[in-house]
């Protein structure tokens, strides 16, 4: 059973899920399971695959669910930490395992960071951190790229240059740059544009999220077991290079799950990975002393 719940947050209303007791019955750590800009519900397929594990989900303050008083629009790893550390503190069950997805795995990182007291072990998959490629110019270049199609045409003129940029082989060229600005219908998008411009991927309100600094002494001296993870399928892509790249900050190879950047996910969102692949890996990697 799922219990929905929510935590008033400073500035925010935080709604999370609850899949199992709390405190866990088998004395074993809550998994959290964060991503962003993705809410809770990208996580379904995955979470339905530990039903043996107590496993907390969540909205990030202004996404989905949760709402937000704050008067900002910016995502940002440190509101977003504190929010988590906050959430673990109500759970009162002490430490907690964290699967984290993407920019979910950047805010994980500075969780880690700002409270290393809060997480056993963290699987961070395919975090996007531009500030440590070598072509970081050129990568901010091509995200300001997909910003501009979103700002100009909408919502699949925007979202046709992100998949663009995010199948990218190796780094940002020259080659790259001198291509025609994509059709949306090539990649099954719409054309026509809704007038909307505050999508939280393709706007600029989660570049704070991509332009974060991973401060590497603080993770090393932490306590956490931390495990950058990258999907087979996402070998040379952007987000498999940030991972390499965190990986070798922190002395270690990236651990390898199956399927691609959003490999945990089913077919509901029409971009299935390997959900039951994955859980198992995901399984092997949490028990792994």
């Known amino acids: 059973m799922t219990e929905t719940r929510t935590l008033e947050a400073p500035g925010a209303t ?77 759970l009162t069950t002490g430490q907690v395992d964290v699967f984290a997805s993407s920019g979910g795995a950047v805010t994980a990182l500075e969780w880690v960071r700002a409270f290393p007291a809060d997480i056993a072990t ?40 992100f998949l663009v940029m995010t199948s990218w ?8 740059f001198a291509q025609p600005t994509p059709d949306p219908a090539a990649f099954g998008m719409p054309s026509d544009d809704d007038g909307t411009r505050n999508d939280p991927l393709l706007s600029k309100v989660s570049w704070p999220i991509s332009d974060y600094t991973p401060d590497v002494a603080a993770l090393k001296a932490a306590p956490t077991r931390i495990v950058i993870a990258v999907g087979e399928e996402s070998a040379g892509t952007y987000t498999a290079r940030t991972a390499e790249a965190m990986a070798a900050l922190l002395d270690q190879q990236p651990t390898v799950f199956p399927s691609h950047h959003g490999g945990f996910i089913g077919g509901e969102f029409g971009y299935a990975g390997k959900p039951e692949e994955f859980a198992t890996k995901l399984r092997e990697v949490l028990a792994t002393p």
Not at 129 to 149: G, Q, T, Y
Not at 169 to 176: C, I, N, S, V
Request: charged share 20%; net charge negative; glycine share 10%.
């Open 122 to 161: 963290l699987v961070a998959h395919e975090p996007p951190l531009n500030r440590i490629l070598p072509d970081a110019e050129a990568v901010d270049r091509a995200r300001a790229a997909f910003n501009d199609a979103y700002e100009s045409g909408g919502m699949g003129a925007g979202m046709a240059a």
């Open 169 to 176: 082989q190796g780094e940002f060229t020259d080659e790259y």
């Open 14 to 90: 935080i709604t999370y899920d609850v899949r199992g007791p709390l405190p866990p019955a088998d004395g074993r750590l809550p998994l959290v399971m964060i991503g962003q800009p993705m809410s809770a519900d990208g996580f379904t397929s995955l979470a339905a695959n530990f039903p043996d594990r107590t496993v907390i989900t969540y909205d990030p303050r202004g996404l989905g669910r949760s709402t937000r008083t704050d008067g900002r629009t910016d995502n940002t790893a440190e509101q977003q930490a504190q929010d988590l550390h906050l959430l673990v503190t109500t």
